[in-house]
């Protein structure tokens, strides 16, 4: 089966603190690739970064960094110094390459992420 | 501009009475699905298309019915809604298979059964 956990429901921080986004997952899969989407409280679902099992270079960009380490399963999102603009829900999403009837992308739960000024 | 429209974005509605939300992508795209978004669940795949005459259920197609009759469009149809169908829905549509590239949603259609 293919599940994706993201175990936080809601983080409140602080203007300027660095905030990290768990995800841990699950799959069957040997070929996978990760998601992670930022859905503002206008409704729309805004891509992030995509990377793929074989590829487990962290990456930054900007103020967004993800770590992924295959050993735990995980898949985590930092952001650093957080802006009020950073306020969202954060979903962290799988696709497999074979057990996926489908195609389709396997959503966490989401993470609702308030910054307060 | 690459994009997926959906319409209506906003549907208040009663038990029972028939409804399709439109879904059309402008960007020749091969693959095109139906999610629901529901608090603590995330998003669901209801249906996906692989191309224009090729539909399959997804993880909760009950309720729900899809046609692709032409490449760009995928309407999702509620034949007789339930209070239990009030959810936000996303259409997506990618070139190919989700993670092998990336899938574009539309803005999304809050659904509202009484």
């Known amino acids: 089966a293919q599940k994706v956990t993201q175990a936080q429901t809601e983080i409140s921080v602080v203007e300027k603190e660095d905030v990290t986004l768990d995800c841990v997952y699950e799959t069957r899969d040997t070929t996978y690739y990760l998601f992670w989407y930022k859905q503002p409280p206008s409704g729309e679902l805004v891509f992030l970064i995509r990377?793929?099992?074989?590829?487990?270079q962290n990456e930054i960009s900007g103020r967004y960094s993800w770590n992924f380490q295959k050993s735990t399963s995980s898949f985590n999102f930092t952001i650093t110094a957080s802006q009020v603009v950073d306020s969202a829900v954060y979903f962290c999403?799988?696709?497999?390459?074979?057990?996926?009837?489908?195609?389709?992308?396997?959503f966490g739960q989401g993470t609702e992420l308030s910054v307060k000024p | 501009e690459a994009q997926v429209t959906q319409n209506p974005r906003y549907l208040i509605t009663v038990t029972g009475k028939k409804l399709t939300v439109t879904c059309s992508q402008n960007m020749n795209h091969e693959y095109m699905s139906w999610y629901r978004q529901d608090p603590g669940l995330g998003l669901r795949q209801i249906y996906y298309s692989m191309n224009v005459e090729v539909t399959d259920k997804g993880d909760v197609p009950e309720g729900y019915k899809v046609s692709r009759k032409e490449k760009r469009n995928f309407p999702l149809i509620l034949e007789s809604p339930s209070p239990n169908q009030t959810s936000l829905y996303f259409c997506?549509?990618?070139?190919?298979?989700?993670?092998?590239?990336?899938?574009?949603f539309g803005p999304g259609t809050r659904l509202t059964v009484l």
């Open positions: 999403a799988l696709s497999g390459i074979v057990y996926n009837q489908g195609g389709k992308l396997i």
């Open positions: 990377r793929n099992s074989f590829d487990e």
């Open positions: 997506a549509s990618s070139s190919g298979l989700a993670g092998l590239n990336e899938q574009f």
